[in-house]
């Protein structure tokens, strides 16, 4: 099968910061995978553009004001004052609002710093990094800082899609809706459909550039 080449990469993201060294690490890991043909790189290809900012932010960005944090989780910050002891503080936030969920320990353990969304698809808790260390092989669990690198990062984006039977869904079966389908990929990887228009512009371009 044909591998994505870097002036491919570069087309479908044009942003992204090092293509030859994003070439590589995602060859790698789509072809551990079964990622191939055009199809399946293809729809791989624009989640993770949207879901990285075109392969630039592979660490979860948790440094709000106080008045977004009530917008982001208004649960447990119903009040701009409870609220603002976590303003501008990303690791006592991710403690707070990870605790206890995810496979990690309660506000105390820094579990939720330490297992914060990281690499590709944001992958976030301590039993999201282990199951993702046992699929790729990786210790993540011992060591998280790794989802922050390209290697790291592509190889665990992929291992989800093929462990969340994407593939079969990134294929294009004549008696199925395509649009359809990667409708529900994106509730796979999102929860929702958050994105979806600027992930449905990044995979038509990237069906037309792994055409030619």
């Known amino acids: 099968m044909p591998e994505l080449t870097e002036q491919q990469?570069?087309?479908?993201?044009?942003?992204?910061?090092?293509?030859?060294?994003?070439?590589?690490?995602?060859?790698?890991?789509?072809?551990?995978?079964?990622?191939?043909?055009s199809q399946r790189m293809a729809a791989f290809l624009a989640q993770v553009a949207h879901e990285s900012g075109q392969l630039s932010k592979l660490s979860e960005n948790l440094n709000y004001s106080a008045k977004?944090?009530?917008?982001?989780?208004?649960?447990?910050?119903?009040?701009?004052?409870?609220?603002?002891?976590?303003?501008?503080?990303p690791e006592k936030?991710?403690?707070r609002v990870y605790a206890d969920r995810l496979g990690n320990g309660n506000?105390?353990?820094?579990?939720?710093?330490?297992?914060?969304?990281?690499?590709?698809?944001?992958?976030t808790g301590r039993g999201n990094y282990r199951a993702a260390?046992?699929?790729?092989?990786?210790?993540?669990e011992q060591q998280p800082e790794l989802l922050s690198q390209?290697?790291?990062?592509?190889?665990?984006?992929?291992?989800f899609w093929k462990s969340h039977g994407l593939n079969e869904l990134a294929d294009?079966?004549?008696?199925?809706?395509?649009?359809?389908?990667?409708r529900t990929i994106t509730k796979r990887i999102n929860g929702g459909t958050v994105g979806l228009q600027e992930r449905i512009s990044f995979w038509e371009q990237a069906k037309t550039v792994l055409a030619g």
Not at 74 to 84: D, G, H, I, M, S
Not at 150 to 159: E, G, K, N, V
């Open 9 to 37: 990469l570069s087309s479908i993201m044009p942003a992204c910061p090092d293509p030859a060294t994003w070439t590589t690490a995602l060859n790698s890991a789509m072809t551990h995978f079964d990622i191939t043909g």
């Open 150 to 159: 390209p290697d790291a990062a592509a190889l665990s984006a992929a291992w």
């Open 93 to 95: 936030l991710a403690n």
């Open 172 to 182: 294009n079966q004549s008696n199925e809706d395509d649009n359809e389908d990667f």
């Open 107 to 123: 506000e105390n353990s820094g579990d939720g710093w330490r297992f914060r969304g990281r690499g590709l698809i944001q992958l």
């Open 68 to 89: 977004r944090l009530t917008q982001v989780w208004p649960n447990r910050f119903p009040t701009l004052e409870k609220a603002l002891p976590y303003e501008k503080n």
């Open 133 to 140: 260390g046992q699929g790729t092989g990786l210790p993540l």
